[in-house]
């Protein structure tokens, strides 16, 4: 019998595993640069090449939100409710943005509700008075869901106000994100059901069975009671920020008071979160879909994440842009939109509209700050004008077209909240909701600087190169 030499089968075994890596990357990976990318690893690195692939190249990520989503049961579906049934009356209210609201039934398939009050909240000094104030308020159910909940003062008067709310009765539901919650000794969730309150964690690390994942975060923020006031935006629970402590840490914010129909679109999306976490269907008969109407806005919840929500956010986003005849006024922490997001902005400052980017000064992600000046040059070029917005790090996710819409959230413009995270965004159309918000964006333009070329090539060589590597990796920042 012909004997083979075991290092003509390591070397076959090596072959076919590289050979067998780069037919996976070329079948499975959507971007053509991304599967040369990887086939071009797996060949020229037949030991390491299929190795690396198997740590990075795979997608896990969509796997395991697949996983999640099918759990669902249908009632408890973000659009399981859906009624995308033509309404005459709102229809001739925004007839002149038709074909972005078509869009938006698209997508979320889910409708526009009119009769809505959005109010803005600075800071933690008007969010968290408010925000107390409905819990203390409470008569029969509140739920809150938040991505950090720290237990300094902030946190622990929440927690207070909960323990109140309880002993009057009240029903309780409060969702962490169980990374997020990691941010702060001792933890939330721990004091909480020291107090007897219902919480529960999403997508927890665990060591046994083996959970160590740091994606599929929720990063949502709702706080819901009784079925008559809302409130959501990019503000977490905690001291940092309460501006006027002026704390290395502090975060200045804008979050939003919602009354109005569309609190039912924000019930259901806190139950689908809920159940994933706890496997328990919660709802409340105050949550119903006939709301007294409360305002003049009209607004639709958006959720996205990686699931069957998948680029929910950014299609709408990407609309709007497109939709826009004369300013696109963004602010935002975090900003390294995805190519199709970026090219809507060049197309829109191309066609004369004015595109207004504020970022902060300074970050508390720097590897994000430096990635996104690497990438500031070809906006400049375009005509688009970037702002840097003088401290405290500003949090605050706001989105204006012209005079009539925006879009109100938990989403930051970079592929961690775009691709890897749960979130929420609401879109308001209402003129004078725009009005204030450009107000906000007013006043942070008046106190800050613009971007300009000379100033981004005054840095130095080692400072371009630092900004080019944090770029290079910012799909996973």
Same mark, same amino acid.
């Given at each position: ?42 060949? !020229? ?6 190795? /690396? ?22 009632? !408890? ?5 859906? *009624?995308?049934?033509? %309404? ?7 007839? &002149? ?5 078509? $869009?938006?039934? $698209? ?22 008075? &408010? ?9 029969? @159910? ?8 720290? $237990?300094?003062? +902030?946190?622990? *008067? +929440?927690?207070?106000? #909960? ?20 941010? @702060? /000794? ?66 200045? =914010? ?26 328990? +269907? ?32 950014? !299609? ?31 197309? &829109? ?14 970050? %508390? ?37 012209? =005079? ?16 890897? %995270? ?19 964006? =007013? ?18 060589? #080692?400072?371009? +190169? ?12």
């Amino acid at each position: 019998m012909l004997e083979i030499p075991w290092q003509a089968l390591a070397l076959g075994g090596t072959v076919l595993i590289a050979v067998s890596a780069g037919i996976h990357a070329l079948l499975h990976l959507p971007d053509p640069r991304a599967a040369w990318g990887w086939i071009a690893v797996t060949l !020229l690195f037949p030991v390491a090449g299929p190795v /690396l692939y198997l740590l990075f190249g795979i997608n896990r990520v969509k796997s395991r939100a697949r996983q999640i989503a099918t759990a669902l049961p249908d009632e !408890l579906s973000p659009h399981a409710q859906a *009624d995308v049934r033509e %309404n005459p009356e709102l229809r001739a209210q925004l007839s &002149a943005h038709l074909s972005l609201i078509h $869009t938006g039934d $698209t997508v979320t398939q889910s409708p526009l509700l009119g009769g809505n009050r959005v109010r803005p909240l600075r800071n933690g000094e008007e969010a968290f008075p &408010a925000m107390l104030a409905a819990i203390d308020a409470a008569t029969e @159910s509140v739920a809150l869901a938040t991505y950090i909940f720290e $237990t300094n003062k +902030v946190g622990r *008067d +929440v927690i207070q106000a #909960l323990e109140r709310a309880k002993a009057r009765g009240v029903d309780i539901r409060v969702l962490v994100d169980g990374i997020g919650e990691l941010y @702060s /000794l001792p933890r939330a969730v721990r004091l909480l059901r020291r107090r007897g309150i219902r919480c529960a964690r999403f997508h927890p690390p665990r060591v046994l069975p083996p959970a160590l994942h740091i994606n599929l975060r929720n990063h949502r923020k709702l706080l819901l009671v009784d079925g008559c006031i809302g409130f959501t935006g990019g503000m977490n629970i905690g001291s940092r920020h309460m501006v006027t402590e002026n704390r290395r840490t502090t975060a200045a =914010d804008t979050h939003f008071e919602i009354a109005g129909p569309v609190l039912n679109q924000l019930a259901t999306a806190f139950a689908a979160d809920w159940y994933l976490a706890t496997r328990e +269907v919660w709802s409340s008969p105050l949550w119903a879909d006939d709301q007294p109407a409360a305002g003049a806005s009209v607004c639709r919840v958006i959720t996205d994440g990686p699931n069957e929500d998948l680029d929910h956010l950014r !299609l709408v986003l990407q609309a709007a842009i497109v939709s826009a005849r004369e300013r696109v006024r963004i602010m935002t922490p975090y900003f390294l939109p995805p190519p199709e997001l970026e090219a809507a902005l060049l197309g &829109a400052a191309l066609r004369g509209v004015q595109v207004d980017i504020i970022l902060p000064d300074h970050n %508390n992600v720097r590897a994000v700050h430096y990635a996104a000046q690497h990438m500031l040059h070809r906006l400049l070029d375009r005509g688009i004008n970037v702002w840097r917005q003088a401290p405290p790090f500003c949090h605050s996710k706001l989105f204006v077209i012209d =005079d009539h819409y925006a879009m109100i959230g938990s989403a930051n413009l970079d592929p961690r909240s775009l691709r890897l %995270n749960f979130e929420l965004g609401v879109e308001v159309y209402d003129t004078q909701f725009a009005e204030r918000l450009h107000a906000i964006i =007013d006043g942070a333009m008046d106190g800050g600087e613009r971007w300009t070329a000379e100033r981004l090539d005054a840095r130095g060589p #080692l400072r371009r +190169v630092r900004d080019a590597a944090c770029w290079l990796f910012s799909p996973y920042l």
